[in-house]
């Protein structure tokens, strides 16, 4: 079930998975995801932690801010929803983007951390330009429009087939 704690200026939507004594896992989600991305995976770790999915600021249920955003920003928003939730430490887990935030945490909060994992993911951002050419082709078809090429980046050829 769905809650939701403000934190700063926006108001965080977040769930708890698993047994109430469990150590605590923190699933962060990639970019234009929300943490139902992690539906799936659930099954393998509730019998072992305490799991904490959230919404980063912008995507699914949590509030759109004004921007711009940075890892820096977004980082900080976890540490403030585990402050929130009374999280003192926990395992840290994120793919991609949330990578990026599981990083962050372990390099400035690393009292917060128990061990990351870190998937898919990159120590700094692509250029701009990079993110110039996603916005268009978002704006000009959607974001069907960029199945292709994240797909392309995320499994090699013939994978999907």
Request: charged share 20%; net charge negative; aromatic share 8%.
């Amino acid at each position: 079930m769905t809650s939701h704690v403000t934190v700063g200026d926006a108001d965080l939507a977040y769930r708890w998975d698993g047994p109430n004594e469990g150590s605590v896992l923190v699933l962060s989600n990639s970019l234009m995801s929300n943490y139902s991305m992690w539906d799936d995976t659930m099954p393998a770790l509730v019998d072992k932690f305490r799991v904490l999915r959230y919404d980063k600021r912008g995507h699914g249920r949590s509030t759109v801010t004004p921007g711009p955003y940075s890892i820096t920003s977004l980082s900080e928003d976890l540490i403030g929803l585990m402050d929130a939730l009374g999280v003192q430490k926990a395992h840290v887990a994120g793919l991609s983007m949330g990578g990026m935030i599981s990083q962050y945490i372990g390099a400035n909060h690393p009292e917060r951390a128990l061990s990351l994992a870190l998937c898919n993911t990159a120590s700094e951002m692509p250029p701009r330009s990079l993110w110039e050419e996603r916005i268009a082709l978002a704006h000009e078809g959607g974001t069907a429009a960029l199945v292709d090429g994240t797909i392309g980046r995320w499994f090699r050829a013939g994978f999907t087939q």
